[in-house]
């Protein structure tokens, strides 16, 4: 077996040579003149003067050998559904969806915003743009009509993809009165709307406007629209960075070299086959729904499931049925979502076979160690962290067991990437930090590897300003992450730059800090933030959820457990990083992708406004934090 360090290096050494062999993983129309134009840095093209077409090869390249193999599986416990389509029935449904966008003006580089819940049509929508050469744009459903307005204005869609209502814990969601708010606020109008009308929630047509999907795709059941031959480096799609201020940020993303970066993930990271399962729990508003939902498991001639719903209902054992069910070798998921079922019962996972699956895969946001530890010890399987970011498109560490098997070290999401030559950089001198376990910036030399971000949507010059411009001289993609690299090579990520705590001139990563409350036997959950002080600059601010709340029920028994709690922080990091306060909530405050809110804590706690919270999942855990400092 090859040495993983000698893959990496060859990836950087070798470039040509090594990204010619991974574009044999996919199907060119025609071969590629150029495999990375570098010439004007930043900017990297990859595979010059090829074509290609992502929806050729995520269906029907796979339609002579496994054309009846289940490729979309879509599962609903909020309608209780489910529905299992072929790759030979997603191709008829592909090309139905494709003749309705023709028919309703989108032509190639048109763009088509994509505003859905799981539901099959969504993928649909996303395979058809592809198919046609047109650039599709997914808004996570549970954005409101503000900020879905200001991502209209910036893709200006011909056509914007929608329904009636998505459904969360039983409740319905209305879209259409969001949708309708967003087109009002925008200063973009879309050409057409389309609509898949799933009976949830009655909606109010705009005539001329509002279009309705089981009319049309009656109208092309029989539709035959071969796939639109694009160069590798026609934009496939725009995906809109969360949690940034002002205008929002369009990551563009080319069409050849982000298949080729995902049919190599397939096969040296997660190591999944085809003909088997791939289950990822995200949503496809996020880029892992995009990369590891649709695109990545059908290039791969895999079926892909995909959930609506939440991993604990109707009970904390749905997903581990599914995996039973049908069978799944590779499980992608985040730490927040193992937290949550980690809270439940043990017996969901007892129950149920699960000697298909061969790793689970966590991505999303760090991953504590009590976690990790509990469900390793509960699957019996491989847990592997990864850690990457919307702007790359797949893993920048992970460890790449299809190359060689390593083992992981709690804590650490492993290595660096073949393809990406990642450093630890000072950021007073932006020099290199070589010694091992020193703090630095997380950050990428150029030119990026395929697979990720050609640049900011329509604006070339927010791309080199907010990536590139972290070091005086040199351009190097800046992650905005504070790390270390062991003796041994594995990276640890200490938080975000703008999360990183500075007391009395020492710099303590949140992350670290909420690894050591972590450890606490009584703890299930961590927030610490930085909050202002005007001796030391800032001090650190825990807030905890409980396994047992009524471990806090008194102000004693509280005062208790908040002292055994810094005695953690104290032994295993020091004083220093010791929280001013460890508060106990019910809940903390995140984003329906599960992500927490820490810049809204931090506001809440200095008093200042938290800002947009149109994605927060529980506005009731946002007041218990005021709450709670106010108590």
């Known amino acids: 077996m090859t040495r993983y360090t000698d893959f990496h290096q060859r990836s950087l050494t070798d470039r040509d040579g090594f990204w010619t062999e991974q574009a044999a993983l996919i199907d060119w129309h025609r071969p590629f003149d150029q495999v990375c134009d570098h010439s004007n840095p930043p900017f990297a093209r990859w595979f010059v003067g090829g074509q290609t077409n992502l929806c050729h090869n995520a269906v029907d390249r796979h339609l ?75 808004v996570f459903g549970g954005f409101a009509s503000v900020s879905l307005a200001s991502r209209i204005d910036d893709a200006q869609p011909t056509v914007i993809v929608s329904a009636d209502a998505g459904s969360r814990s039983g409740k319905v969601l209305p879209y259409k009165p969001l949708l309708d708010e967003a087109i009002r606020l925008a200063e973009h109008k879309p050409t057409k709307v389309l609509l898949v009308d799933r009976g949830l929630s009655p909606m109010d047509r705009m005539p001329g406007r509002d279009v309705d999907y089981a009319e049309l795709r009656q109208q092309h059941l029989d539709a035959v629209v071969p796939c639109s031959w694009v160069e590798s480096t026609h934009p496939s799609y725009t995906l809109y960075t969360s949690g940034t201020t002002g205008k929002p940020k369009g990551v563009q993303r080319d069409t050849g070299g982000y298949a080729v970066a995902l049919a190599a993930s397939m096969k040296h990271i997660y190591c999944g086959n085809p003909g088997e399962t791939f289950f990822c729990g995200s949503d496809i508003g996020w880029v892992t729904g995009h990369s590891y939902i649709v695109y990545g498991p059908l290039i791969n001639g895999m079926a892909t499931i995909l959930y609506e719903g939440l991993p604990t209902r109707p009970d904390a054992g749905i997903w581990w049925s599914l995996v039973e069910k049908y069978r799944v070798s590779v499980m992608f998921s985040s730490p927040t979502a193992i937290r949550v079922l980690k809270k439940a019962d043990p017996k969901y996972l007892a129950q149920y076979d699960l000697s298909t699956l061969r790793a689970l895969f966590l991505a999303g946001e760090p991953l504590d160690e009590p976690t990790s530890k509990w469900i390793a010890e509960s699957l019996g399987k491989p847990i592997v962290d990864n850690y990457w970011q919307t702007e790359t498109g797949w893993p920048i560490l992970t460890i790449a067991n299809g190359i060689e098997k390593s083992p992981a070290k709690f804590g650490s999401p492993g290595f660096a990437m073949y393809g990406y030559d990642v450093k630890v950089m000072d950021e007073l001198t932006g020099e290199e930090v070589t010694a091992p376990n020193q703090k ?114 008194t102000e004693a028994d509280a005062a208790s457990l908040e002292a055994e709690v810094m005695k953690v922080v104290d032994k295993q990091l020091g004083a220093l990083a010791r929280p001013a306060r460890v508060r106990f909530v019910g809940a903390l405050p995140k984003t329906r992708s599960g992500k927490l809110l820490r810049r809204a804590i931090q506001a809440v706690c200095e008093q200042r406004d938290p800002g947009d919270l149109t994605t927060i999942d529980d506005p009731s855990s946002l007041q218990q934090i005021r709450e709670s400092i106010s108590s």
């Open 440 to 553: 630095g910036v997380l950050v990428i030399e150029g030119p990026l590897p395929p697979g990720c971000m050609q640049t900011v949507w329509r604006d070339d010059a927010r791309f080199v300003k907010t990536y590139w411009s972290g070091k005086p001289g040199k351009l190097v993609y800046s992650t905005f992450d504070w790390g270390i690299r062991d003796e041994d090579g594995y990276f640890f990520i200490l938080g975000r730059t703008d999360d990183v705590i500075n007391v009395a001139g020492h710099r303590l990563g949140t992350r670290e800090i909420e690894e050591s409350i972590s450890s606490h036997p009584s703890v299930a959950e961590v927030a610490v933030v930085g909050v202002a002080d005007a001796l030391k600059g800032q001090v650190a601010m825990a807030f905890v959820v409980l396994k047992d709340a009524s471990k806090a029920a």
């Open 64 to 138: 002579a050998q496994r054309g009846d193999q289940a490729a979309l599986i879509c599962v609903s416990t909020e309608t209780d559904t489910e529905h299992t389509y072929s790759f030979r029935d997603l191709h008829a449904e592909v090309q139905r969806m494709a003749a309705i966008l023709i028919s309703l003006g989108v032509k190639q580089g048109d763009r088509v915003l994509v505003y859905m819940p799981m539901v099959p049509q969504a993928v649909f929508a996303m395979l058809a743009c592809a198919r046609i050469g047109a650039i599709h744009s997914v």
